[in-house]
């Protein structure tokens, strides 16, 4: 019988693989993903009021005040399944404060990758802004160079990619989202993934996740 609840989070510093991570265990488990991140780049493309909004800090590698954020993203989990996989929220301890009083979580995944590889992997970083699938020269490339393998459609890079940017984003995250991650370890629900690349990391996250749901699909473990 499918899982009715899961809740869990996927938590790690910019660029340490969450969207790559989370791909696979939608793939494998099938969870709603949602990403901050990606719905508000998508809001950012549609040049909506939101978007416009939150242009202003993503640009500049600073987080979008808390108020907006958890006000957006409590609507967005309303409209899904709770069945989900929540991907860049919360990134303070407000937002995790805000999240815990409306969703109790079954798990928080922390993924732990050094700084250093970050920084490098930033520079070849390709996205799908439609889907927010993301591709890496050197890793998961596109099948065809600049183009979705499933839409066929034009990749982008990141404005907030910029190697000035990204040490402000690796600022952020140690500043504000280092109490998010003592905040689900004082709840007893963090679980750390150590690595220096997604291939290394995912087994780990497979064989923790599959102790709390049953996979979806077994022919797809990768
Ligand atoms: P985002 O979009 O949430 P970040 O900074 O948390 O941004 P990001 O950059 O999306 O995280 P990720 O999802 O952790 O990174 O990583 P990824 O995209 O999977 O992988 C990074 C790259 O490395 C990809 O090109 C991938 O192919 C490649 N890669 C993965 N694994 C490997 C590997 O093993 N080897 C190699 N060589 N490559 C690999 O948030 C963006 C902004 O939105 C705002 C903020 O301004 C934020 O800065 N925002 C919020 N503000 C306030 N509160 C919130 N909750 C907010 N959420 C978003
Ligand atoms: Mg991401």
Request: aromatic letters at 8%; hydrophobic letters at 40%.
């Amino acid at each position: 019988m499918a899982t009715k609840f899961f809740k869990t989070v996927i938590l790690g510093a910019p660029a340490s693989g969450k969207g790559t991570i989370s791909e696979r265990i939608v793939k494998n488990f099938n969870l709603e993903h949602v990403s901050s991140g990606d719905k508000l780049r998508q809001h950012i493309q549609n040049k909506t009021s939101i978007g416009n909004e939150a242009q202003k800090f993503i640009r500049e590698g600073k987080l979008v005040p808390d108020e907006v954020m958890i006000k957006f993203i409590s609507e967005e989990l309303n409209n899904v399944k709770p069945v989900w996989l929540l991907d860049g929220f919360p990134r303070t301890l407000n937002q995790a404060e805000a999240l815990w009083k409306i969703h109790k979580l079954d798990v928080a995944l922390n993924l732990v990758v050094p700084f250093p590889v970050i920084i490098d992997r930033v520079k070849g970083r390709w996205v799908h802004l439609g889907s927010g699938r993301v591709y890496n020269v050197g890793f998961n490339e596109p099948k065809v160079p600049g183009k979705d393998d499933i839409t066929g459609e034009p990749l982008v890079q990141r404005e907030d990619d910029k190697p000035e940017v990204v040490l402000k984003r690796l600022e952020a995250y140690e500043k504000q989202t280092r109490p998010v991650i003592e905040f689900y370890q004082d709840k007893g629900i963090l679980k750390e993934f150590v690595g220096n690349t997604s291939n290394e990391i995912w087994p780990k996250v497979l064989e923790c996740l599959v102790t709390y749901i049953p996979i979806q699909i077994t022919n797809q473990h990768k």
